[in-house]
Structure formats: structure tokens, C-alpha cells
């Protein structure tokens, strides 16, 4: 494997330039191009990994190699799978390389959910950009999500949506600045695939940021967002 055409800026952040953090970042890239496959045929699909929302097309930033459902997005819509997407990413940090992949390109639809004060310190243009303040909590988080996601939702028209499902909104989050908790991250796993299979919008969901300590707690979060992915979907088997 050649790592030649990789760069590696400063950004980056991590100690380790190697040719195993590259084949690391390209499975968790593919982890999400299957994903989406698998969203088409079964509703929802999760990434074990995954949300490197800060990679630009050409600059690695943030802990982002590769901007993996920046990849996804395009090769569905190159297969002719779908034709528009919609990112709904609720890391505590905007998405900003997806902002900038996407800017100008109306067939994908980027919203994301962040701390104002929050890295990255220069923000990008998304679609729809909703910035919250430090220490914000469970009920105004969710009433800020309830307030915008129907309209993203409908204005994105989407075939497929993908969700960036980041838990460093955590309180205690090392690099998060919210508060919120973890049945509060829950609710918000829930309202968001809840409102995708209402529209019948078939959604894949991947990791983002958590960086609790313990690191137990980012764990929990990060498990409850699969727990309710299944939930969403054993609820409509019993109905
Ligand atoms: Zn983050």
C-alpha cells in the first residue's frame, strides 16, 4: 500500500503516520459505503465506526483521514442508488470538511448541530448550520432538534440520509462544552431515526467524536445509539 498521496498537516492530531492508520481510516470508509448499501435494503444500517467529519477533499483535520460519508454519499449517488442525501450531523463539532465538500452542491443537503465555541474555531458554511451555546442541556438541545429537523428533512427531499451520530455533546465530554446526558443523547438518537422512517427515508448512522472519562461513559452513549437504531426498527416488526 502507498501512502504517498496522503497528507499530513499538523491537523491531523494523531502521533501515529502510518501505513496501518491509512488502511484504518479506508476500511472505516467502506464501513460506511456498505452501510449505505445495506440502508437502501433494510431502513437503517450502522458503522461500527466512521463520522471523520472534519476531513476536507484534500486536507486531513481533526482526528479525519478520510470523510467517509462525504465517499458514501457520492458513490451511491454515481451508482445511480440515489440521487439526493442528507447529513444530519449532531457532533458537538460542526462538520465542517462535509460543509465544504458539499458547498454549493444542491443534490446533498448538510446540517449540523454544534457549539458555537467549539472547534473548529473557523466554521464552514453548511446548509443549515444550528450553533448552541456552552453548557446547554437536554431540553434545550432536543427543542433546538425538534425546531429544525422536519424542516431539514423536507427541504433536503432526500433518498437517503446519513447521521453523523457524535456523543461528545456528553456532559463531562473532555472536548464537548454540553451538558447533555445520556438519556438525553438517547432521546436524540430516537427523534432523529424516528423522524427518517416516518418519511420512510432510509438512514445510516455512524460514529462521531467522544472523548469522556472514563471513556466507559462515551462507550454507553455511543451503544445506546445502536440500541435505539434497533429499537426503531423492532418497534415497526411489532406493529
Ligand atoms: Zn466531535
Redesign the pocket.
Known amino acids: 500500500m502507498t501512502v504517498a498521496k496522503v497528507h499530513f498537516p499538523r491537523g491531523i492530531a494523531f502521533p501515529c503516520k502510518s501505513t496501518q492508520l491509512v488502511a484504518r481510516s479506508r476500511a472505516s470508509v467502506f464501513g460506511t459505503v456498505a452501510a449505505a448499501h445495506a440502508a437502501l435494503e433494510d431502513g437503517i444500517a450502522c458503522n461500527l465506526a466512521g463520522g471523520t ?1 472534519h476531513a476536507f477533499a484534500a486536507e486531513v483535520t ?1 482526528f479525519c483521514v478520510f470523510n467517509d460519508i462525504a465517499v458514501a454519499a457520492r458513490a451511491l449517488q454515481r451508482e445511480g442508488l440515489i440521487g439526493r442525501a442528507v447529513i444530519v450531523d449532531l ?3 460542526q462538520g465542517d470538511g462535509t460543509a465544504a465538500i458539499f458547498a454549493g452542491d444542491s443534490s446533498v443537503f448538510t446540517f449540523s448541530m454544534h457549539g458555537a465555541k467549539n ?1 473548529p474555531f473557523r466554521k464552514q458554511k453548511s446548509s443549515l448550520d444550528v450553533e448552541l451555546p456552552d453548557g446547554c442541556g437536554d431540553g434545550e438541545y432536543l427543542a433546538r432538534l425538534e425546531e429544525h429537523l422536519p424542516r431539514v428533512l423536507e427541504e433536503a427531499d432526500a433518498q437517503l440520509l446519513f447521521f453523523q451520530a ?1 456523543v ?1 455533546p456528553l456532559e463531562g465530554d473532555r ?2 462544552r454540553l451538558k447533555l446526558s445520556l438519556d438525553g443523547l438517547r432521546r436524540r438518537d430516537r427523534l432523529e431515526l424516528r423522524s427518517a422512517r416516518a418519511l420512510k427515508l432510509p438512514a445510516v448512522v455512524t460514529l ?4 469522556a472519562r472514563p471513556v466507559s461513559l462515551s462507550v454507553e452513549a455511543h451503544l445506546g445509539t445502536f440500541r435505539e437504531a434497533r429499537g426503531v426498527l423492532e418497534r415497526e416488526d411489532e406493529l
Open positions: 467529519h481533526g457532533d458537538v463539532h472547534f457524535g461528545d472536548l464537548g462521531g467524536g467522544g472523548y
